[in-house]
């Protein structure tokens, strides 16, 4: 039988990769918990001087693209664009996922996008504001999953 891969509101289905097998798998909540706690947060515009354009936002539900090759190239950004809705590329995701995986871990990616293929590189406080703003989101994030609790506290 082959690998079943999907999403609906979020809820991500890896086929022979949901663990647990047939089960609830507690990772289904977290897309819906992240646009609940997200969705009105502060991000920073400018730093040291250089803003952005506009204002940042976070933007949900989006198909994101990993590999180990840095895409510059605007017809091949626009390709995986038209052919695979990617919105982004990196190349760092796909090796999250993979140990995650590999080691039956839950695990959940947070970019900061700060440049754009084709265009110039990324200036380093433009690039600084994206890491920055990706760790503020993903520390709320974070911060608004329950924690089990343990029996020897």
Not at 14 to 31: D, I, K, L, M, R
Not at 59 to 84: C, E, P, Q, R, W
Request: some cysteine.
């Amino acid at each position: 039988m082959a690998q079943k891969f999907g999403s609906a509101e979020g809820k991500l289905n890896f086929g022979e990769f949901n663990y647990p097998v047939n089960g609830e798998n507690f990772t289904t909540s977290w897309y819906s918990a992240a646009t609940q706690v997200l969705q009105d947060l502060e991000l920073r515009q400018c730093y040291h001087g250089v803003c952005l354009p506009s204002k940042p936002k976070i933007v949900f539900g989006t198909n994101g693209s990993s590999s180990d090759s840095y895409i510059k190239n605007k017809a091949y950004g626009d390709f995986l664009h038209k052919v695979f809705n990617v919105s982004t590329a990196d190349q760092e995701s796909a090796a999250v996922a993979w140990t995650s995986l590999s080691n039956e871990k839950p695990f959940i990616v947070i970019r900061g996008a700060s440049n754009v293929a084709g265009g110039a590189s990324s200036v380093s406080q433009l690039s600084y504001l994206a890491s920055y703003n990706a760790f503020l989101a993903a520390a709320k994030f974070i911060e608004s999953i329950p924690t089990p609790r343990l029996a020897c506290e």
